[in-house]
């Protein structure tokens, strides 16, 4: 078993930047794909970003790429994302989630379906 805590929610206005984080503990391993999620209220959970230690790559979402930013500290057991120039629209609660499994499709790891531990989510508003 793998648990996840998500921290660094909040309310913040337009333009500002933010970061989360996600502290993984229990049967965890530095080859397992970290990915991000959110979901807004009354939407499906979107895919964020997936770091894919085994393939040795990031993945983000096209329509985010260039404001957030993901990272993992392996010694600390956190994955990191950091997200500037917030807008309206990034409001959503956020969910941290890990792979144990590795697929080289470079789809793969978009759908919440490929996660097998998620986190309870950290709720992020941003207000105008």
């Known amino acids: 078993q793998v648990q996840l805590v998500e921290s660094g929610g909040g309310l913040v206005q337009a333009g500002d930047s933010l970061r989360l984080s996600c502290t993984a503990s229990?049967?965890?391993?530095?080859?397992?794909?970290m990915g991000w999620f959110r979901q807004a209220p009354g939407k499906e959970r979107e895919f964020v970003v997936a770091?894919?230690?085994?393939?040795?790559?990031?993945d983000y979402a096209e329509s985010l790429k260039g404001r957030f930013t993901a990272s993992r500290d392996s010694a600390k057991n956190t994955v990191y994302l950091q997200m500037n120039s917030l807008k309206l629209e990034d409001t959503a609660v956020y969910y941290c989630?890990?792979?144990?499994?590795?697929?080289?499709?470079?789809?793969?790891?978009?759908?919440?379906?490929?996660?097998?531990?998620w986190g309870h989510g950290t709720q992020v508003t941003v207000s105008s």
């Open positions: 770091i894919v230690s085994s393939g040795g790559y990031t």
């Open positions: 989630a890990a792979a144990t499994r590795y697929d080289s499709r470079s789809s793969y790891y978009t759908s919440p379906q490929s996660y097998d531990y």
């Open positions: 229990g049967r965890t391993s530095s080859s397992d794909t």
